[in-house]
């Protein structure tokens, strides 16, 4: 990477907290050196406290654009110029573009769960899908399912700081979409175990099986899922989830990570920093390759 930097090498960023598991400064180094283009991607541990200091130095160092992930996705809406319509529909951002000074907040999220799935040939379209968390990612996700035709979504979230824009979530998707969502506290459990076990996919996308908390899961009983169903867990360190291991253990055939969703919502916020479209497939080879990381 050293050979690629000098004077005019241009900056973009990742911030969020704990950030220094991610692989995605490795996806987009290596495309960007793939293609000969002169950037460089780096990742910040920031916190919510950081947060309106390090989208100044956006500003500031002429950075293009940075990635914003946990806790940060909501957090970082006021701080900016400007918001694409699915941003602001979602309420949440995880990829800035900076023109000249102008912070334009997108997200990504959603469209990457569902091209990485398309991906796998699974098709969740038309079908009923159970979803924990109601984050920056878990709101991502269930919009865009919904907007691209999943007919029913429960959501489950605990009665904690993000149970009003699960609501908020219920409510967007019901008003402004066809599909049906309801949502759940994750206290009812026997609720829990009944949504699931009468959908196509089971999606955590909470926190829980990444780091500090990488050896707990919100099922750990594996006569919670079905073995035709899939499994998708946004977290993708470790590769391999406590809910992984459950739902391996009752024998799901399809059974993810989020690195999927990870490369394809990657894809998308390259293209908007440097117009040209990723090359996915040797990206894909790279971070795939070493199922040990």
Not at 134 to 143: D, K, M, N, Q
Not at 167 to 180: D, E, L, M, R, W
Request: contains cysteine; proline residues 3%.
């Amino acid at each position: 990477m050293a050979e690629r930097l000098d004077g005019h090498t241009i900056l973009i960023g990742l911030m969020a907290y704990p950030i220094r598991h991610s692989m995605s400064p490795t996806m987009h180094n290596n495309a960007f050196a793939k293609l000969g283009l002169n950037y460089a991607y780096l990742a910040f541990d920031v916190t919510n406290k950081e947060l309106p200091g390090a989208i100044d130095a956006i500003r500031t160092l002429g950075m293009r654009g940075s990635n914003i992930s946990m806790p940060n996705k909501q957090k970082v809406i006021p701080l900016l110029d400007k918001l694409d319509p699915a941003a602001e529909m979602v309420g949440a951002v995880n990829t800035i573009v900076n023109d000249t000074g102008v912070l334009t907040g997108y997200t990504t999220d959603g469209t990457g769960f569902m091209q990485s799935l398309d991906d796998e040939n699974l098709d969740i379209r038309g079908k009923k899908m159970t979803l924990a968390g109601a984050g920056g990612a878990g709101t991502a996700i269930a919009i865009q399912a919904a907007l691209d035709g999943v007919k029913e979504i429960s959501i489950f979230n605990l009665k904690d700081a993000h149970w009003e824009q699960a609501k908020k979530n219920v409510a967007t998707i019901n008003a402004q979409t066809k599909c049906k969502a309801t949502l759940h506290s994750l206290d009812e459990q026997d609720k829990y175990r009944s949504e699931i076990a009468d959908s196509a996919i089971y999606c955590d996308a909470t926190s829980v099986g990444m780091k500090p908390l990488q050896d707990q899961s919100l099922i750990t009983d594996p006569s919670f899922f079905r073995q035709d169903m899939i499994v998708f867990d946004t977290v993708y360190a470790p590769r391999e989830t406590k809910l992984m291991q459950v739902a391996k253990k009752a024998g799901v055939k399809h059974v993810f990570n989020g690195l999927g969703m990870m490369l394809e919502q990657g894809a998308q916020a390259f293209k908007l920093w440097t117009g040209e479209d990723m090359p996915v497939d040797y990206i894909h080879e790279l971070l795939f390759s070493d199922a040990s990381k």
